[in-house]
Nanobody
């Protein structure tokens, strides 16, 4: 059973940057796809980015293109979400999740989730 812990959230001004981490334990991430989702206040959870076991990336949110990047370091059993030029509309709880091998935009297909980390973008 894989456990996931997100970190790196916080309060940042518009235009600022944050790097979220997703640390896994209980299993190696090597064969998993890692997806980042977010849920803003009063909104449904939405997919953001995913990286599969071959390090291929799927971008599910047009609003983050050119600003967010996903990566992984299997030797550290950790995945990352680099977020640049943050905007108030990026305010949300960010979750990492994993499923075997392939990415999906559907949260229901991810059996393992972290507890989430809050990101607030405000001046």
């Amino acid at each position: 059973q894989v456990q996931l812990v997100e970190s790196g959230g916080g309060l940042v001004q518009p235009g600022g940057s944050l790097r979220l981490s997703c640390a896994a334990s209980g299993s190696t991430l090597e064969n998993y796809a890692v997806g980042w989702f977010r849920q803003g206040p009063g909104k449904e959870r939405e997919p953001v980015l995913c990286i599969n076991n071959k390090h291929e990336i799927s971008n599910y949110a047009d609003s983050v293109k050119g600003r967010f990047a996903i990566s992984r370091e299997n030797r550290k059993n950790t995945a990352y979400l680099q977020m640049d030029n943050l905007q108030p509309t990026d305010t949300a709880t960010y979750y990492c999740s994993v499923r075997w091998y392939a990415c999906s935009m559907y949260s229901r297909l991810y059996p393992h989730w972290g507890q989430g980390t809050n990101v607030t973008v405000s001046s």
